[in-house]
């Protein structure tokens, strides 16, 4: 009764609002009512999502449109997560969303550093589907990274979600061929509205058509322009196609560094592929028999790293933040210019899939008056070697990277301070050692692990094959 007589005794404007606000075609469910920013975000890469593990359904899959599969999955008698050295199945993508969830609920931006498909995607597909054709292969391609777009945006409905291609996001059957234009057009289409959430990256469609790259406004400033790179073309590995994409990225992405620069605004930079040295190839070339000169093995190629590096020297003030992967281990990168002075810093999270280490990302805190990421913690999925199921996966906290390092900022002072004390401190290099492969040491790529550890500590900021050889085997 005392509830209702307050009701009764609303003031007449109020009343009247609330009419306003129903006869508006408003909500509190709409899509115009946007949720308060958490300021959180996530950082996923190398999911490599096999839809193909379970035989049983691979026709069915092949057949059918990617808002369907779910309903595929359903009746599969897999029930457990992929385990190591295999790639993401559908239980462990759930499980690893779910985990998501339940860290950072809603969080305001989502960062992907590529390779989203699975590893030989063509020769699972000519496996595992029944009388496969190039035309079935090119559509389940399609539809694979669709459905990926579709279970992350009806996850985090309210984030702004930045995806990049990797190496295997391509539907040319081969590693490190660029993708046809028809998978960008695909791959385009399926995540416009995540990646132009509130009209942040309008030319988004029209620019990754054409090349696999973008720009957008991204939450954690609007004076942050973050840049989504295609770096397969620019690639030691890659062979086939690279210059026709890879020549006219160069030339956007001088033109966007400049026009930043004009408008006094920061720039991120996300790719896959990141530039440096891969200590992990260098250190397996010399297990089998390579001088060490010989060994060293670059991610980039030198037509392309012999002009992207002075382009960072040249935007320095510019440049703020890196992000990218390949590696699927937690790894950093420090950009110097040729005299050595700092440039700005790159992180390069873990990987989904358990191929190499335990599945894992990254939850992070972020403050808009500054523009920097406050603080960002590994989560890991820990019991997959009981083979877990969704409800029974335990992801727990690795490490946080502020408390590890003695950092206020997960930014690009923070992660040079932290390079600086792992290449110095026992303590941190102990730390770096035991999170680099996401606490799975058999995921080392060799036996003994990361020893020498000069190999790896050189590649943190050591990125041309010249300062590379003088740091590790001189």
Same mark, same amino acid.
């Given at each position: ?12 404007v ?21 949720a ?9 890469s ?7 593990? #379970?035989a049983?359904?691979?026709n069915?899959? =092949? ?11 359903? *009746? ?5 997560c ?16 779910a985990?998501?969830?339940a860290?950072?609920?809603?969080? !305001?931006?989502?960062i ?6 699975v590893?030989?995607?063509?020769d ?19 539809q ?6 579709i ?6 409905? &309210?984030?702004q979600?930045? /995806?990049?291609?990797?190496?295997w ?8 061929? /660029?993708?046809?234009?028809?998978f960008?057009?695909?791959?385009a289409?399926a995540?416009?509205s ?5 009209g942040?990256s ?14 957008a406004?991204?939450?954690?400033s ?19 196609g690279?210059? =026709?994409?890879?020549d ?7 033109g966007?560094l ?16 990141p ?13 089998k028999g390579? $001088?060490?000169?010989?060994?060293v $093995?670059?991610?980039w190629?030198?037509t392309?790293?012999?002009?992207l590096?002075p382009?960072?020297a040249?935007?320095?003030?510019? *440049?703020g933040f890196g992000v990218? =992967? ?7 990168r ?7 002075d ?6 390069l ?12 990302? *990254?939850?992070?805190?972020? #403050? ?7 603080d ?6 820990s ?6 199921t969704?409800?029974s ?6 490490y946080?990277f !502020?408390?590890?390092?003695?950092q ?11 390079v600086?004390? *792992?290449v110095?401190q /026992?303590g941190a290099?102990?730390?770096y050692? !035991?999170?680099? /492969?996401v606490?799975?040491?058999a995921? &080392?790529?060799?036996?003994e692990?990361? $020893? ?6 050189c ?9 590379y ?6």
């Amino acid at each position: 009764m005392k509830q209702s007589y307050k009701f009764k005794n609303l003031s007449l404007v109020f009343l009247m609002s609330l009419l306003i606000f129903s006869f508006s075609g408003c909500s509190s469910n709409s899509d115009n009512d946007a949720a308060l920013p958490s300021r959180t975000g996530l950082f996923i890469s190398d999911i490599h999502f096999n839809p193909l593990m #379970d035989a049983a359904i691979a026709n069915q899959l =092949a057949s059918a449109p990617a808002w369907q599969w779910d309903s595929i999955f359903a *009746i599969s008698v897999m029930t457990v997560c992929a385990t190591y050295m295999q790639d993401t199945n559908f239980v462990l993508l759930n499980a690893a969303i779910a985990a998501m969830k339940a860290q950072t609920p809603n969080p !305001d931006i989502i960062i992907i550093s590529g390779d989203m498909l699975v590893h030989y995607f063509k020769d699972l597909y000519d496996a595992r589907v029944t009388n496969p054709t190039e035309a079935g292969y090119l559509a389940l391609v399609n539809q694979t990274e669709q459905y990926i777009a579709i279970k992350l945006t009806e996850a985090f409905p &309210n984030a702004q979600i930045l /995806p990049v291609l990797g190496d295997w996001d391509s539907d040319m059957g081969v590693v490190s061929t /660029p993708a046809s234009t028809a998978f960008l057009q695909s791959f385009a289409t399926a995540w416009y509205s995540a990646v132009n959430k509130n009209g942040s990256s309008p030319d988004f469609i029209s620019s990754f058509s054409a090349g696999g790259y973008y720009q957008a406004r991204i939450p954690i400033s609007r004076n942050i322009r973050l840049l989504g790179l295609y770096t397969v073309p620019w690639a030691q590995e890659c062979t086939t196609g690279c210059s =026709a994409i890879g020549d006219a990225e160069l030339v956007w992405l001088g033109g966007q560094l400049a026009d930043a620069q004009q408008k006094g605004e920061k720039v991120w930079l996300l790719g896959h592929i990141p530039p440096g040295i891969d200590a992990n190839t260098t250190a397996d070339n010399m297990s089998k028999g390579q $001088t060490c000169e010989e060994a060293v $093995t670059p991610f980039w190629s030198e037509t392309y790293s012999s002009q992207l590096y002075p382009l960072f020297a040249q935007y320095k003030g510019t *440049i703020g933040f890196g992000v990218f =992967a390949h590696e699927h281990y937690d790894d950093f990168r420090i950009v110097n210019d040729d005299s050595g002075d700092f440039i700005f810093g790159i992180k390069l999270p873990p990987s989904i899939t358990p191929l190499h280490n335990n599945p894992a990302f *990254i939850a992070f805190d972020y #403050d808009p008056g500054e523009g920097v990421i406050t603080d960002a913690s590994t989560f890991y999925l820990s019991n997959l070697a009981s083979d877990p199921t969704v409800d029974s996966a335990v992801w727990e906290l690795e490490y946080s990277f !502020d408390g590890t390092y003695g950092q206020d900022a997960f930014d690009s002072n923070g992660l040079l301070n932290a390079v600086c004390r *792992i290449v110095v401190q /026992p303590g941190a290099q102990n730390n770096y050692v !035991d999170y680099y /492969p996401v606490l799975y040491p058999a995921g &080392n790529i060799l036996p003994e692990g990361l $020893t020498p550890f000069i190999g790896w500590a050189c590649a943190l900021n050591k990125l041309t094959v010249a300062d590379y050889t003088s740091c590790s085997c001189q």
